[in-house]
């Protein structure tokens, strides 16, 4: 189920109806998005925007079928037979390179649409993460480096700037430099190092993140986020 949006102004967010006729899902692929989705929604109010819900998807091999299932349950769920329309955005990892010939676009939007049937179900957008999540950690590098309390003279910050080249992997090699016993984890884990990141750095430099946060903005008709960073 589908979640996103942001109001610039808290006023605004907590006076939109209690049961908006226009719904957002919000579907995310696992715990690590989670604590990423989690902590920047609260950084921009979102979180008690009460068109919005999320769910999470679970990894799995079949992302169409998952997604089918949760906005299936959305739409038959009898507290949201008020709901019209109904937009949905899915928040997944490419787990590739951006230019790798062999990858095939994990999640199929029209057969989703399709499947569903419904006329409620207005549109489905996607958040790519591009190889995946931990990729945009990087672009935070500089937070990085502070949380592990690497020394100023050891950190290679320009190493990083392509950050899609980057994986979990990489993030845990980051970790072991300082400690060999230290290392990354997914999932629930990885929330006090996400909350130690400056998510609106990430938002505002990853233009994937930030089409896709913007498309909820205006599909809730919100006023679009500030840019400036969160972290000084």
Not at 19 to 38: C, M, R, V, W
Not at 49 to 69: D, F, H, M
Request: aromatic content about 12%; hydrophobic content about 35%; proline content about 2%.
């Amino acid at each position: 189920m589908l979640a996103i949006l942001y109001s610039v102004n808290l006023t605004q967010t907590r006076t939109v109806n209690k049961k908006p006729e226009n719904a957002i899902l919000f579907l995310y692929e696992g715990d690590t998005e989670l604590g990423f989705y989690d902590t920047l929604f609260d950084m921009l109010n979102l979180n008690g925007v009460a068109q919005i819900k999320k769910k999470c998807l679970k990894t799995g091999y079949n992302l169409n079928k998952l997604v089918w299932e949760r906005i299936y349950d959305y739409l038959e769920n009898k507290s949201n037979k008020h709901v019209k329309y109904l937009t949905v955005f899915v928040a997944y990892d490419r787990e590739t390179k951006r230019d790798d010939p062999d990858y095939e676009n994990r999640l199929n939007k029209q057969l989703i649409i399709k499947e569903t049937g419904s006329k409620r179900l207005k549109g489905i957008h996607e958040i790519v993460a591009t190889q995946m999540l931990e990729s945009w950690f990087f672009i935070d590098i500089e937070g990085i480096y502070k949380y592990l309390k690497t020394p100023a003279s050891k950190q290679k910050i320009h190493r990083y700037k392509a950050y899609e080249n980057f994986r979990h992997e990489d993030l845990n090699a980051l970790f072991m430099e300082v400690d060999k016993r230290n290392h990354y984890q997914k999932g629930d884990t990885a929330k006090k190092f996400i909350k130690e990141l400056d998510l609106l750095k990430i938002y505002r430099q990853c233009e994937d993140l930030k089409q896709g946060i913007d498309s909820i903005f205006m599909t809730a008709g919100l006023k679009l986020p500030p840019t400036t960073s969160s972290k000084k």
